[in-house]
């Protein structure tokens, strides 16, 4: 059965860092690319990161760059997003999703900008605030 559960939200100060984690059961990692979706209210989804099986590509947002980086480790069946210098408009629900790598088009980039996804999860709430 297939599961992906997000942890690691949470309430933080401007400029300060949390990482997430995605750990998931039922798919073999080696067949998917990962990215973290995030939706705000009142505001578009948006791809924030997406990284290319066995991490051979990855793909940043320009309103993250620089400051978060995805990395996945298939051995724990798990992947990250490390957030540093978190912004008040950082603040959102935060989703983890799997695309099959055999999906046209392929690649970090596309899943991000196509906000393509075959799995997801119940997502994980980041909160920016002082």
């Known amino acids: 059965q297939l599961h992906i559960v997000e942890s690691g939200g949470g309430l933080v100060q401007p400029g300060g860092s949390l990482r997430l984690s995605c750990v998931t059961s039922g798919l073999d990692l080696d067949d998917y690319d990962y990215g973290w979706f995030r939706q705000a209210p009142g505001k578009a989804r948006e791809g924030v990161s997406c990284?290319?099986?066995?991490?051979?590509?990855?793909y940043y947002a320009d309103s993250v760059k620089g400051r978060f980086t995805i990395s996945r480790d298939d051995a724990r069946n798990t992947v990250y997003l490390q957030m540093d210098h978190l912004e008040p408009e950082d603040a959102a629900v935060y989703y983890c999703h799997a695309r099959s790598r055999f999906t046209a088009l392929a690649g970090a980039r596309n899943m991000c900008v196509r906000l393509q996804s075959n799995y997801w999860g119940q997502g994980t709430q980041v909160t920016v605030s002082s």
């Open positions: 990284i290319g099986s066995r991490g051979t590509s990855q």
